[in-house]
Every structure is written in C-alpha cells, then in structure tokens.
C-alpha cells in the first residue's frame, strides 16, 4: 500500500506562481510513475504531467507546458509541481497520483484546492 499527501494549494492572482509537493509513503518500491492531475467543478479529472521514477520522463498536457515543471525527488519519495503564470483557468483540486510498475495499482492523495483569482 502507498500513501501520499499533497500539500501547497492555496489562493493566488493571475499571473502568479504556486509550488505543489506529493509526499509518498508505505510501498515506494512498487511505484512507477508519478503524477498530478486537477478536477475543476463540473469537470472530468485530467491529466496535469507526470514522471517516470527511472530517468524522469517527463508527460505534460497541452494547456500546461511551459508554464508547469514536474519534478521529482526519488530520495524523498516525492513529487513536485512547480506551477507558474498561473491562470483562473487553473483553478481546481489537483491530486497526487502513483502507479505501480506493472500498472496494475493506482493510488490517489486526497487533493489540494488551487484557486485562481482574476
């Protein structure tokens, strides 16, 4: 079993910059890839980007690239995401996910609210 805690949400103006951090505990060993996706009001969960645990391959969705960087600290068993030009579309819960190596497990933080102010 894996645990992770998202922390680093909070309430920021257009333009501005937030720095989220995914601690994982429990089964480290079993973990692949790790990555964030948001879920805004009324919307499907989404991908943000995620990161491969060996050599860091790096997966961003379109509306974030080049203003979001995920990174990812194997020593610390955690994953970060470093969220600039922030904009209200950004506004959501974004979670913290990990899946196992073979794909087979998936496990979820319980979110961290962003919200966007124009």
């Known amino acids: 079993q894996v645990q992770l805690v998202e922390s680093g949400g909070g309430l920021v103006q257009t333009g501005g910059s937030l720095r989220l951090s995914c601690a994982a505990s429990g089964s480290i060993s079993s973990i692949n890839v790790m990555g964030w996706y948001r879920q805004a009001p009324g919307n499907q969960r989404e991908l943000v980007a995620d990161?491969?645990?060996?050599?860091?391959?790096?997966n961003y969705a379109g509306s974030v690239k080049g203003r979001f960087t995920i990174s990812r600290d194997n020593a610390k068993n955690s994953v970060y995401l470093q969220m600039n030009s922030l904009t209200p579309e950004d506004t959501a819960v974004y979670f913290c996910?990990?899946?196992?190596?073979?794909?087979?497990?998936?496990?979820w933080g319980q979110g961290t609210q962003v919200t966007v102010s124009s």
């Open positions: 996910k990990a899946v196992s190596w073979l794909g087979s497990r998936e496990y």
């Open positions: 990161i491969t645990r060996i050599g860091g391959v790096t």
